[in-house]
């Protein structure tokens, strides 16, 4: 994956078509302004993750930077996307976002009963390790909620898939691979119960410092 003046990351499902801003590399550490909302996964499968980024490590050889365990999450929506170069201050952007996202999260929050995602694939894509899971129809409906709040407004950086990132490559992979689980020895799904969304403000790549902003607990039947 390469990136030169601000162009788009073609391996990136956020980043192409739909009149989006380019979008850039950062480094692992840049100061970042961002506002995503998150899952954090509780203790046992925040263990199986740095287990598997360990052995993907292991397996693959790759100079990886890790970020502290107690930072890793699943991502289910970048409101403000960290790598947008946005044609106003990003700040300005969440201004505007802020009441109607904010908003649609609470809704639907109330109508989403918590719900397990089963990840079964582990690989690599662009500079990041990641974990993969098939859709989940609660978490897309939670998607669909913030890309309406936020269509018309602002541009909308929906991801295509259901992943999260255990690591971070030195050098980001040319051709992006995917396995089953059970190519390492520690389990073939990590399972990751979901019962509350969370707003973060981040403001040093990747999730090294952030500001939680709001909490949503799942709260339907």
């Not at 946005?86 to 809704?107: F, G």
């Not at 639907?108 to 129809?137: H, S, Y």
């Not at 669909?144 to 050098?171: K, M, N, S, Y």
């Not at 119960?193 to 709260?219: C, G, N, Q």
Request: hydrophobic share 40%.
């Amino acid at each position: 994956m390469t990136m030169g003046g601000g162009g788009a990351d073609q391996t990136d499902p956020r980043s192409d078509g739909g009149g989006r801003p380019p979008v850039r590399e950062l480094p692992f550490g840049a100061d970042c302004y961002a506002v995503n909302l998150q899952v954090r996964p509780p203790a046992g499968t925040r263990a199986d993750l740095v287990r598997l980024r360990d052995a993907l490590a292991e397996s693959t050889g790759l100079a990886m930077q890790h970020a502290p365990a107690e930072t890793l999450h699943l991502t289910a929506f970048s409101i403000v996307y960290v790598r947008a170069v946005y044609p106003t201050p990003p700040e300005s952007v969440w201004a505007m976002l802020e009441r109607p996202v904010t908003e649609a999260l609470h809704r639907v929050a109330g109508r989403t009963a918590p719900f397990t995602l089963a990840f079964d694939r582990a690989g690599l894509r662009g500079d990041a390790v990641i974990i993969e899971a098939e859709p989940n129809p609660h978490l897309e409906t939670i998607r669909d909620a913030v890309e309406a709040a936020i269509t018309g407004l602002a541009p909308v950086f929906r991801t295509a898939t259901t992943h999260a990132t255990v690591a971070r490559l030195d050098q980001p992979v040319a051709s992006a691979w995917s396995q089953p689980l059970g190519t390492w020895p520690e389990r073939p799904v990590v399972e990751w119960s979901v019962e509350a969304m969370r707003l973060v403000l981040e403001r040093r790549y990747p999730a090294l410092d952030e500001t939680p902003l709001k909490r949503f607990p799942l709260t339907g039947k």
